[in-house]
Structure formats: C-alpha cells, structure tokens
C-alpha cells in the first residue's frame, strides 16, 4: 500500500492523472520490511505509459523508491 501511495505521489507530481498496478514481480523479505518489485501503467495526458517500480518498504514508510 505504501509503494503504491508513493507511486500515486510521483506520477501525480510529474503531470500524471493515475496509476494502476499491473502485475507484481518479486515480493521479498528484507529484515522488518519488504522489497516489492512490480509493473504500473501510469497516465499523462489520458496516454498510459508502462513503469517498473522498485519499492522498498517498512510498515507504511517508503525506506527506497525508483521506476524505470
């Protein structure tokens, strides 16, 4: 939930009107977090756009974010 409010935020930040989860990759333990690998579709300008998100996560705190 948290990697997908961190998600929202950026594409949000840069224009976009949405972003959708499309599958998720790799899902994996990390000490008291989680590493989330997965694949979005965002939207500008009503066009979708394919990203892959690398998250990681403790609890509801975003400790690393990237999409490619």
Known sequence: ???MKEA???VGATGG???RLDSVDRVE???S???IQARLT????????AMT??????????????VK
């Open 53 to 66: 998100m690398d998250c990681r996560a403790n609890g509801s705190t975003v400790t690393a974010f990237d």
């Open 17 to 19: 009107s949405a972003v």
């Open 29 to 31: 333990r990390s000490g």
């Open 33 to 35: 977090g989680w590493i």
């Open 42 to 49: 965002g939207t500008w300008s009503g066009q979708p756009q």
């Open 1 to 3: 939930d948290a990697c």
């Open 8 to 10: 929202g935020r950026q």
